[in-house]
């Protein structure tokens, strides 16, 4: 069995568990934020057997999408009298980062 565990951005976390339950995959999802754009995401974690990952991976695909964001980057120490123009960074964020981790044992009590 395989845990797979998918960041994936808040816009397409809703889409993507509404697909891995209609195709019959159990999903808990759990409030994640970024370390880098210190902005909300989702984290979403599927137990299935191992055949099953592809499978999995393939929903994430499908239902999430890369953004660009602009982020202004934090202003540089200055020396009085330096000038600096803060000019916006192209960011890349998404789809989907995905870890899949062996499961070494599962149990439902
Ligand atoms: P954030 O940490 O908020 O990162 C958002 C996007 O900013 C990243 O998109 C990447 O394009 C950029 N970025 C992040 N850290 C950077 C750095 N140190 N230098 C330059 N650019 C950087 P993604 O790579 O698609 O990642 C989206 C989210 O997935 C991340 O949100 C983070 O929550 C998670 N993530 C990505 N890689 C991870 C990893 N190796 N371990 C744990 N979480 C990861
Ligand atoms: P349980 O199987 O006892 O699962 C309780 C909660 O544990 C689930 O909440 C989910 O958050 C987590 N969970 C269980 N198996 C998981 C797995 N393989 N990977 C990741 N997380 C897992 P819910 O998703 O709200 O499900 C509540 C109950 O509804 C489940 O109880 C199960 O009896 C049923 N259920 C869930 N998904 C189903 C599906 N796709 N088809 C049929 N029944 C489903």
């Known amino acids: ?5 998918n960041i994936v951005q808040s816009d397409d ?3 993507l568990v509404e697909a891995l339950t209609r195709a019959g995959y159990r999903a808990t999802t759990i409030s994640t934020t970024g370390g880098f754009l210190r ?4 984290t979403i974690l599927v137990g299935v057997e191992d055949e099953k990952v592809p499978d999995v991976l393939q929903l994430v ?4 999408h890369t953004r660009h964001q602009l982020i ?3 202003p540089p120490v200055m ?26 044992q599962f149990d439902q009590f």
């Open 61 to 64: 695909r499908e239902n999430c």
């Open 39 to 42: 902005q909300g995401n989702a």
């Open 79 to 104: 020396e009085p009298g330096e000038m600096y123009l803060p000019a916006p960074v192209d960011v890349r964020v998404g789809g989907a980062t995905v870890f899949v981790l062996d499961v070494v």
């Open 1 to 5: 069995m395989k845990l797979i565990m």
């Open 13 to 15: 976390a809703g889409r």
């Open 72 to 74: 202004n980057p934090l």
